[in-house]
Structure formats: C-alpha cells, structure tokens
C-alpha cells in the first residue's frame, strides 16, 4: 500500500529553522503533485506549500518568503525548509500525494512542528 512518512519536526525557539522530510514508498512518485498542509489545535487544515509534479511551486501567503519546498524523485522525498520560525506555525504538519484528475490523494500521519521560547 502507499506509504507517506513524515520526519524533522521538534521544539525549536522563534527565529530558528527545521527542515521536514516527507519518505514515500510504493508509488510512482514523480507522476504525483505533493503538497505540505499543516492544522493548529482547533484550526482547519491548511496547505502550507505544494510541488507539481513539473516542478512548479506554489505557498501560503504566511509562509512566503521563509519556507521553500522541494522534491528528489530519486529519493521519493518532499522536503519542506522552513526558516525564521514564529509561534505562529506551531501546528501538525502533514505530507500530501495527489494526480489531478484522480479521486485518490494519500496522507502521511503528521509530525509536530512547536516555536516557543
């Protein structure tokens, strides 16, 4: 079955930096859109930054600017840079594979990103 793990989150103070991997397995990764999404306690999930499958990106207007996102379809990784945290993206980052067109998208289980000095 299609798998989607998530790695890299953890506690670090505003200001730092944490990069998020995203490892996928039994898929053909380089035909599927990938996407970072992120939820807050009592928040709605949010996409956060999205690769295509052609390589064009597209982010969150609160991110713009501090995270980059990029894929090695070698690797069948998405990595997700982000820098000059604030207290603000503190949420539960998910990985996200989807084709357009197709009714399947697969979900990784989430990894714990908090920014608190």
């Known amino acids: 079955q299609v798998q989607l793990v998530e790695s890299g989150g953890g506690l670090v103070q505003p200001g730092g930096s944490l990069r998020l991997s995203c490892a996928a397995s039994?898929?053909?990764?380089?035909?599927?859109?990938m996407g970072w999404y992120r939820q807050a306690p009592g928040k709605q999930r949010e996409l956060v930054a999205e690769?295509?499958?052609?390589?064009?990106?597209n982010y969150a207007a609160s991110v713009k600017g501090r995270f980059t996102i990029s894929r090695e379809n070698g690797k069948k990784t998405v990595y997700l840079q982000m820098n000059s945290l604030k207290s603000e993206d503190t949420a539960v980052y998910y990985c996200?594979?989807?084709?357009?067109?197709?009714?399947?998208?697969?979900w990784g289980q989430g990894t714990q990103v908090t920014v608190s000095s």
């Open positions: 039994r898929i053909t990764f380089s035909l599927y859109n």
């Open positions: 996200n594979a989807g084709i357009t067109g197709a009714a399947n998208n697969f």
């Open positions: 690769v295509t499958s052609t390589g064009r990106t």
